[in-house]
């Protein structure tokens, strides 16, 4: 009888560990990013062609024709070996080379045109390369290399952002009441995914959709969370990039934190105590993060091979090129590309013999 019991406890016991080991693998597996150190930097000074590794150095041509005013409303992608360039309400498309190559500028009233240049992204659909630009109450579709205008896509607000997955499903970012909604390419609104909330503060949001590992995903502003679409059940699901340690800026605490502090306070009142994860870009298994801390330190985050490592920009020695400074790193936020990572210099922050203030609009650091 002894000898049953011990058994039955034995059995028991091995039920719990396998459950408890269950358990841990389904809490891992629900995080897309492995887990973090927030606090550990990797290094208290570092080259920057040792922490990007392979890279080029590409100047914007210039003429009177390709010029960019580089405001925060500027916009940089990369998108089949070319670079497209929002400004004053034109996007500008140049070589991978740097080469002006033309221009989209349709801004007006008619149906054929966009009242305003929120967002814009370049889509391959059926083979055929689209600009997609994202104005008051519209998504209007272009071709890219002639320019000519495709259709459009009526919304219910301003287009911040949007994803092309296929005909039937086209994600679309609007600030109205509901802030993502599934559309098709004939123009039909589906579904609405994403309920408006007040702690969603989209004003600043540039391009919240990144692809890893063949999923299109969604960041919440400033947040290390979001959500992707699954193109099986046609379902919003939420996901958390890392582990929670308390450390990072969630959705949960900025309800909470606006419940307390109210609108106008909320989010500088989350940055004094929390990170704030500001920029997420992706590829293939490679992650790259912006981090910005409560004590204002802004910190760059590369994972690379499964090496997590996080350098604070002030301890970044730029060794490639002259600059004013090393503030253009946080150019990353604006810059999205399908192959590669890059952010932008200014020209009056650039300095190279070859490459004067007056010969070009903005320099690009690409790297892979």
């Given at each position: 009888?002894?000898?049953?019991?011990?058994?039955?406890?034995?059995?028991?016991?091995?039920?719990?560990?396998?459950?408890?080991?269950?358990?841990?693998?389904?809490?891992?597996?629900?995080?897309?990013?492995?887990?973090?150190?927030?606090?550990?930097?990797?290094?208290?000074?570092?080259?920057?062609?040792?922490?990007?590794?392979?890279?080029?150095?590409?100047?914007?041509?210039?003429?009177?024709?390709?010029?960019?005013?580089?405001?925060?409303?500027?916009?940089?992608?990369?998108?089949?070996?070319?670079?497209?360039?929002?400004?004053?309400?034109?996007?500008?498309?140049?070589?991978?080379?740097?080469?002006?190559?033309?221009?989209?500028?349709?801004?007006?009233?008619?149906?054929?045109?966009?009242?305003?240049?929120?967002?814009?992204?370049?889509?391959?659909?059926?083979?055929?390369?689209?600009?997609?630009?994202?104005?008051?109450?519209?998504?209007?579709?272009?071709?890219?290399?002639?320019?000519?205008?495709?259709?459009?896509?009526?919304?219910?607000?301003?287009?911040?952002?949007?994803?092309?997955?296929?005909?039937?499903?086209?994600?679309?970012?609007?600030?109205?009441?509901?802030?993502?909604?599934?559309?098709?390419?004939?123009?039909?609104?589906?579904?609405?995914?994403?309920?408006?909330?007040?702690?969603?503060?989209?004003?600043?949001?540039?391009?919240?959709?990144?692809?890893?590992?063949?999923?299109?995903?969604?960041?919440?502003?400033?947040?290390?969370?979001?959500?992707?679409?699954?193109?099986?059940?046609?379902?919003?699901?939420?996901?958390?990039?890392?582990?929670?340690?308390?450390?990072?800026?969630?959705?949960?605490?900025?309800?909470?934190?606006?419940?307390?502090?109210?609108?106008?306070?909320?989010?500088?009142?989350?940055?004094?105590?929390?990170?704030?994860?500001?920029?997420?870009?992706?590829?293939?298994?490679?992650?790259?993060?912006?981090?910005?801390?409560?004590?204002?330190?802004?910190?760059?985050?590369?994972?690379?091979?499964?090496?997590?490592?996080?350098?604070?920009?002030?301890?970044?020695?730029?060794?490639?090129?002259?600059?004013?400074?090393?503030?253009?790193?946080?150019?990353?936020?604006?810059?999205?590309?399908?192959?590669?990572?890059?952010?932008t210099v200014p020209a009056n922050q650039f300095f190279a013999d070859d490459v004067s203030h007056a010969d070009n609009n903005a320099v690009i650091l690409e790297f892979y």
């Amino acid at each position: 009888m002894k000898k049953k019991l011990n058994q039955i406890l034995c059995a028991t016991f091995c039920l719990y560990l396998l459950a408890a080991c269950t358990q841990k693998q389904t809490e891992a597996s629900s995080r897309l990013f492995p887990a973090v150190q927030w606090n550990e930097h990797t290094s208290d000074n570092v080259l920057l062609s040792e922490a990007i590794g392979n890279y080029r150095v590409i100047p914007l041509e210039t003429n009177d024709s390709s010029l960019i005013d580089a405001t925060w409303t500027t916009k940089y992608l990369k998108r089949n070996n070319k670079f497209y360039v929002s400004s004053n309400s034109e996007i500008l498309k140049f070589s991978a080379e740097g080469k002006y190559l033309g221009k989209l500028s349709a801004r007006g009233g008619g149906p054929e045109e966009y009242s305003s240049l929120v967002s814009f992204d370049v889509p391959t659909i059926q083979g055929n390369e689209e600009i997609w630009v994202g104005a008051d109450d519209k998504l209007v579709r272009y071709d890219a290399e002639t320019f000519e205008f495709k259709g459009n896509i009526p919304t219910s607000g301003v287009v911040i952002g949007m994803r092309y997955i296929d005909e039937e499903i086209i994600l679309i970012f609007t600030s109205g009441d509901y802030l993502l909604g599934r559309y098709t390419l004939a123009g039909d609104m589906k579904e609405f995914l994403l309920e408006k909330d007040l702690s969603e503060d989209v004003r600043g949001v540039r391009h919240p959709f990144f692809t890893y590992k063949g999923r299109d995903y969604y960041q919440r502003n400033d947040t290390q969370s979001g959500f992707y679409y699954d193109t099986k059940t046609n379902k919003l699901c939420e996901v958390t990039f890392w582990p929670d340690e308390n450390k990072v800026i969630t959705p949960t605490l900025k309800q909470e934190y606006l419940k307390e502090f109210g609108y106008m306070k909320f989010t500088k009142e989350l940055g004094k105590k929390y990170i704030e994860v500001t920029t997420i870009l992706t590829q293939d298994d490679t992650v790259l993060a912006i981090l910005s801390y409560p004590n204002k330190e802004d910190a760059l985050l590369l994972i690379k091979e499964g090496v997590t490592k996080i350098y604070p920009l002030s301890s970044i020695k730029n060794d490639i090129f002259q600059s004013e400074s090393n503030r253009f790193l946080r150019t990353f936020f604006s810059c999205d590309s399908d192959d590669s990572f890059f952010c932008t210099v200014p020209a009056n922050q650039f300095f190279a013999d070859d490459v004067s203030h007056a010969d070009n609009n903005a320099v690009i650091l690409e790297f892979y």
